[in-house]
């Protein structure tokens, strides 16, 4: 599974950006997907998951109700809808995969940064 994110860019707060990762290789294994972002000097940090089997989403609380993560029926591109931004949602951006056997796959990075 080959992952490469993309979408980001310069945005001032209250704005929005759409991160888009497209998903190669053996897709229709992916059991879980996910977003994470990484901020200067900080660990980096869970923000979005997708169960692909269930459907179920969880966000971490510092974005719930502005961000949103869906993904084709086809598993080739995993979305992150980041509305109502904030200077504090500034990082590098990752899109990562979990497949049935557990391997974990990550994408490069796509920098947001907000400006207030």
């Known amino acids: 599974v080959q992952l490469q994110a993309s979408g980001g860019g310069l945005v001032q707060a209250g704005g929005s950006l759409r991160l888009s990762c497209v998903i190669s290789?053996?897709?229709?294994?992916?059991?879980?997907a996910n977003w994470y972002r990484q901020a200067p000097g900080k660990q980096r940090e869970l923000v979005a998951s997708?169960?692909?089997?269930?459907?179920?989403?969880n966000y971490a609380d510092s974005v719930k109700g502005r961000f949103t993560i869906s993904m084709t029926d086809i598993k080739n591109r995993l979305y992150l809808q980041m509305n109502t931004l904030k200077p504090e949602d500034t990082a590098v951006y990752f899109c990562?995969?979990?497949?049935?056997?557990?391997?974990?796959?990550w994408g490069r990075g796509t920098q947001v940064t907000v400006s207030s």
């Open positions: 990562n995969a979990q497949d049935h056997w557990s391997k974990v796959y």
């Open positions: 290789g053996s897709r229709n294994s992916i059991d879980n």
């Open positions: 997708l169960n692909t089997i269930g459907g179920t989403t």
